[in-house]
């Protein structure tokens, strides 16, 4: 099995930055695709940004493009979100999330799941 543990997360200004990272632990040869999720009270979880298993394909939400970039570094079983021009509704749980087999991933059909951490930019 593989573990993911998010870290980074905090309260941020509106237009400031912050960088997400992602941690995986475990059987991390069988985890490839990554993604970042994010959910608030009330909503649907939704989608933020996917990146192949050699970082060579990413994608992002509309809402995020042009501000926020996912990474990783295989060497290290990491994957980050750098998140700047941060905006008040940018304020949600972001989840990190990996796949077993699949290179890269469309839509939210991942196997493991981080626990989640609280990203909370103020006006």
């Known amino acids: 099995q593989v573990r993911l543990v998010e870290s980074g997360g905090g309260l941020v200004q509106a237009g400031g930055s912050l960088k997400l990272s992602c941690a995986a632990s475990g059987r991390t040869d069988s985890s490839k695709a990554k993604a970042w999720f994010r959910q608030v009270p009330g909503k649907e979880r939704e989608f933020v940004a996917a990146i192949s298993w050699n970082g060579g394909r990413t994608g992002y939400a509309d809402s995020v493009k042009g501000r926020f970039t996912i990474s990783r570094d295989n060497a290290k079983n990491m994957v980050y979100l750098q998140m700047n021009s941060l905006k008040p509704e940018d304020t949600a749980v972001y989840y990190c999330?990996?796949?077993?087999?699949?290179?890269?991933?469309?839509?939210?059909?991942?196997?493991?799941w981080g626990q989640g951490t609280q990203v909370t930019v103020s006006s």
């Open positions: 999330a990996a796949d077993r087999f699949s290179a890269y991933v469309v839509g939210s059909d991942y196997d493991y």
